[in-house]
């Protein structure tokens, strides 16, 4: 779905189909085919997308137009988000070697419904400060990532979630921050009572399904692999603090 208000819309009906039991599989049966695109649908004339390189720098939002332009980023990330959630499902949720149950989708169509929640919550701030979604420009880095990691579920997931999501988490205070000391408590209020509780339960999903990834590999696969299962997520961790570190050198 091209359009970001309609997906938004689909989002919510997917959703409450699902927590009714109306949707009970949430993926192609073993004698359907369903092809994942490699990048989802977007509309040219919805948002502009820039290399982050060419992106114009954010602010620290001691101006109207430093605040929209942070609403803005934040808002796109939350887009995305929202695609990332139902790519999870879609891409790997068949695929019976990772032993998924019914609770893996539950927490990703919750997921799904967060993001979804906070796109329309961010965007509709936006358009209270003057400004509108697609207003400008934005990059598509968070989905570079994702493409990167289409081939594995704990790639993705150490990435996404481990990396990604857990550095979302160590910069947003400072985001809340730069709204509140400039007078909008009211966009403050939305990143830190609603948004902010959000994302650690998704980050802490994230984790949780790395670490079935891992029992499952590690009962089922010789010493040898498991032994190189354990150093993956090794990897995982020391990756996440290497980020807080370059977080903390670049403050």
């Not at 289409?150 to 979302?168: D, I, K, N």
């Not at 650690?200 to 990834?213: E, F, K, N």
Request: aromatic share 6%; hydrophobic share 40%.
């Amino acid at each position: 779905v091209g359009d970001p208000w309609q997906k938004a819309e689909y989002t919510n009906r997917a959703v409450a189909l699902w927590r009714s039991g109306d949707i009970s599989q949430a993926t192609a049966g073993p004698h359907e085919s369903a092809a994942v695109p490699d990048r989802p649908h977007r509309l040219d004339d919805k948002v502009k997308l820039v290399a982050p390189r060419d992106m114009p720098k954010l602010g620290k939002g001691g101006t109207l137009a430093s605040r929209q332009a942070l609403l803005h980023s934040l808002a796109h990330i939350e887009n995305w988000a929202i695609d990332l959630s139902w790519d999870i499902i879609a891409r790997f949720g068949s695929d019976p070697s990772y032993q998924l149950p019914r609770a893996f989708f539950d927490d990703f169509v919750q997921v799904a419904a967060d993001e979804c929640s906070h796109f329309c919550s961010l965007a509709k701030r936006l358009e209270a400060i003057g400004s509108s979604y697609g207003a400008l420009p934005a990059h598509d880095g968070l989905w570079e990532s994702a493409s990167t990691t289409a081939h594995s579920l704990p790639a993705r997931l150490a990435v996404e979630h481990c990396v990604h999501e857990a550095r979302g988490l160590d910069v947003l205070p400072g985001t809340v921050a730069k709204f509140r000391n400039n007078g909008d408590q009211e966009t403050a209020a939305l990143l830190a009572d609603v948004i902010y509780a959000d994302e650690i339960s998704h980050c802490a999903a994230g984790v949780r399904w790395l670490r079935h990834l891992h029992k499952v590999a590690t009962s089922q696969a010789p010493a040898s692999e498991a032994a190189a299962a354990a150093a993956v997520e090794q990897a995982c961790r020391t990756g996440s603090s290497d980020q807080q570190q370059q977080q903390q050198q670049q403050q």
